[in-house]
Each structure stands twice: as structure tokens, then as C-alpha cells.
């Protein structure tokens, strides 16, 4: 494993990670995070990227910086060590917690265990923490939504509806490893047979399209991803349908909202945790 990383503004950081996201050779993960004198980006690597290539990137976004870390990290299991300092974190009714926690969980009302593996949602970061609040709001007045969870990672989301609603859940990932853990995850809460997981990269394939139309539809990537996502997903949501959209910092939810709007959605609610925004949103006419 190799991690790059530098540290830079906060606008200078959002645009190097989503250009880092679409660089060849692709990292297996990119994050942006406030840290002392800035926004540190960082990218982890399979194999070492070219460093020429890190840097002609860098010099094609105005004001980034020349200088960056690249170095291979330490032979040590970084998710065991990551996992067993993450305490149980609430969200409403919802109780997430590791393997490591299990007594923890005792008498939540809905304990979700969660694994993450190399896949992203634990349930700490505020965009997963967000998009579990907006779930509970809905389901004052969603009495049992066909439900599709784009981007699903560890699964969390999916298995947060399935063990609210007892229903079944259509759940993908574009990464065959992330699917492999929401597999676990879902088998690990007693869910497997109502959390439906492929490997996608669209909401156009054909077992999503099967199953549709769905009343709520959840995605938290980020915000380029979600607009693209906007007409596909209209495609596939009914007309009653409510859609939550997260892995927003807050100055980026207006945009990503007015794109969904030409599609019919409308701003319903907004959340806010930390600087990252959660959007619910309804077709236009329909109630939250």
C-alpha cells in the first residue's frame, strides 16, 4: 500500500481529490479532511502511482500545491486497528457498532453490526450518520418503501432499511469488493434474504430496472457523482418517491439539489453534521 498526501485550501483540496478519483492508475480510496494549516487530501495505492504523473495533476489545477507526500505505508492491519478505536455511535433509533462491541448493542432498538473492511460507511463519518437520520424521518410517512441504495459500501444503509422496514432491499456497488462486504454485513445482521446486492455502475442495470420503481432511493458518493446520477435515478423512482443524497460538504448541497430539480425533485429537508450536508428530497407535489 502507498499513500500520497498533501495539504492545500479547502476548494483546492475538493477539486485534487475528485481528479485524483478520475486519474489512471485509480486509488482504492481518497479522502479530504480538515487538518492543521488546511484540507489534507489523501490517496491510498495498491502500487506506487507515477510521480510524474501526481504531479502533472497537481499542475493542472490553478493554486494546488507542487509538493506532496508519497511513501509506502507500514506492513500492519490498518482496518483491525482502525475498527477496534471506533466506539457504538447512535442515530435515532439506530445503535452501529463493531464485532468488537457486541454487549454494547444489548436492549438498542435497531443494533446494526458493521464490518467495514475496505469499504466506506461505518456510520461515524457525517455524510453515513446523516443519511441514517434522514431514513427514520421518512419512515414516519413511508409505511414499507421499495428501497435502492446506490453506492452501497458496507451495506449500512440497506441493512438500516431492512431491519426498519422488513423489506426487501435493492442495494450496488460499482466495487466487486465493497459488494463483498455488504454481503457479509447483511449476513451478519440476519438481513441476507431481504438485501439484494450487485455490482453495478448505473442505475440503468438491468436487475436495478427489475425491481422499479422505487418509493426511496439513497446515494451518499459525492457531489459530481450525484448529479450525474439524477436523470437515471428518475427513471427508476415512483412517483411518490423520496430520494437522499449525502458525501456533500454543505457549500456544494445547493448545486447538486438544483440539478435534481430539473428532474422533478425538490428540497424537502436538509441535515447538516460537521460541515457535510444530507439532502432529502420529493417529487415536486409529493409529500416528505
Known amino acids: 500500500m502507498f499513500r500520497l498526501a498533501f495539504t492545500t485550501c479547502r476548494d483546492i483540496a475538493e477539486k485534487a481529490g475528485e481528479a485524483l478519483e478520475r486519474a489512471t492508475p485509480a486509488p482504492i480510496a481518497v479522502a479530504r479532511f480538515a487538518a492543521a494549516g488546511g484540507w489534507t487530501v489523501e490517496a491510498l495505492y495498491g502500487e506506487a502511482p507515477p510521480r510524474d504523473g501526481i504531479a502533472r495533476l497537481l499542475r493542472a489545477i490553478p493554486g494546488a500545491p507542487r509538493e506532496f507526500d508519497l511513501a509506502p505505508l507500514p506492513q500492519r492491519d490498518w482496518i483491525a486497528e482502525s475498527l477496534a478505536g471506533l466506539a457504538p455511535v447512535r442515530a435515532g433509533r439506530f445503535l452501529i457498532h463493531g464485532r468488537h462491541d457486541r454487549a454494547a448493542a444489548s436492549g438498542a432498538a435497531i443494533a446494526i453490526e458493521i464490518e467495514a473492511g475496505i469499504a466506506f460507511g461505518t456510520g461515524h463519518h457525517a455524510t453515513t450518520l446523516g443519511c441514517l437520520l434522514a431514513i427514520e424521518r421518512i419512515a414516519r410517512s413511508a409505511p414499507r418503501p421499495r428501497v435502492l441504495d446506490i453506492g452501497t459500501g458496507t451495506g449500512i444503509l440497506a441493512i438500516a432499511a431492512a431491519r ?75 412517483q411518490r418517491s423520496k430520494i437522499v443524497l449525502s458525501g456533500l460538504l454543505e457549500d456544494q448541497s445547493a448545486a447538486v439539489a438544483a440539478v435534481w430539480r430539473a428532474h422533478q425533485f425538490v428540497r424537502a429537508a436538509r441535515i447538516v453534521l460537521d460541515g457535510w450536508a444530507t439532502l432529502i428530497l420529493a417529487r415536486r407535489g409529493a409529500e416528505l
Open 164 to 238: 426498519l422496514w422488513k423489506a426487501p432491499i435493492m442495494a450496488f456497488d460499482v466495487d466487486p469488493a465493497a459488494v463483498a462486504v455488504a454481503r457479509a454485513n447483511a449476513r451478519a445482521n440476519a438481513v441476507a434474504p431481504l438485501v439484494e446486492t450487485v455490482r453495478a455502475a448505473s442505475p440503468r442495470h438491468a436487475a436495478i430496472r427489475r425491481h422499479a420503481p422505487y418509493d426511496l432511493i439513497v446515494a451518499n458518493i459525492l457531489a459530481e457523482p450525484l448529479k450525474r446520477l439524477a436523470g437515471p435515478a428518475a427513471e427508476i423512482a415512483s
